[in-house]
């Protein structure tokens, strides 16, 4: 199956400050999704993007569908104590009628006071 | 409303044990998806339901998973014989209509000892 490499690992950033994350792959996708995921919590959707160079936002959070179809980034600005969790991209693959998920390892975002 | 949820919480098993863990999707949704979430990564696809209809069940890493959903709402993952390998946070999700935005419950973290 497809496989999405996602950077960086872990993060550590003061608050206040703006971070970046980004998604790669090696197929194509027609879909980007990026979701949180808090512990003990199942993952929650944050941001979907349908179309290649589409940049979309959403409050403090603005993620942009690479042209290439094989890219996104997820940036947060003036980042709070509430922003920490894991964040995911992930894509769907067309499997029978339905869209299962494809996810990247993911970026763990620590915000210090 | 209420969202998507899953028992038990926590569950540990003894190697060799069978296992049961329980999803019961949002009322009204048609599609309901398994993901296995290793420590660390990004959750990766099981099986995927269309009302009580399997229609994919490429993810499950072997003969020993076992899915079911028989009357098209609360959906059952059965694990037989667990191997340590099978730790892990079983997530579902469940979905209004195939390709629209999945909602994860909270998952079940296994652990084998």
């Known amino acids: 199956g497809q496989q999405l490499n996602q950077s960086p690992q872990s993060m550590f950033i003061q608050e206040g400050e703006d971070v970046s994350m980004n998604c790669t792959s090696s197929s194509i996708f027609n879909t980007w999704l990026w979701y949180k995921q808090e512990p003990g919590e199942g993952p929650v959707l944050l941001i979907a993007?349908?179309?290649?160079?589409e940049l979309t936002s959403n409050g403090r959070l603005t993620a942009q569908f690479g042209i290439t179809r094989k890219d996104s980034f997820l940036n947060i600005s003036a980042s709070i104590p509430s922003d920490v969790g894991i964040y995911f991209c992930a894509g769907p693959e067309l499997s029978g009628s339905a869209r299962q998920l494809t996810f990247g390892s993911g970026t763990q975002l620590t915000v210090l006071p | 409303g209420a969202g998507v949820s899953q028992s038990p919480r926590y569950k540990v098993a003894k190697r060799g044990q069978d296992v049961a863990l329980r999803c019961d999707p949002i009322s009204g949704h048609v599609s309901l998806f398994w993901y296995q979430q290793a420590l660390g990564q990004g959750p990766e696809f099981l099986t995927y339901?269309?009302?009580?209809?399997?229609?994919?069940k490429s993810g499950l890493p072997s003969d020993r998973f076992f899915a079911e959903r028989p009357e098209g709402s609360v959906s059952t993952l059965k694990i037989q014989r667990t191997q340590q390998e099978d730790s892990a946070v079983y997530l579902c999700?469940?979905?209004?209509?195939?390709?629209?935005?999945?909602?994860f419950g909270p998952g079940t973290r296994l652990t084998v000892t």
């Open positions: 339901f269309q009302n009580e209809a399997q229609l994919d």
């Open positions: 993007l349908y179309k290649a160079g």
């Open positions: 999700a469940s979905s209004p209509a195939p390709e629209a935005e999945q909602y």
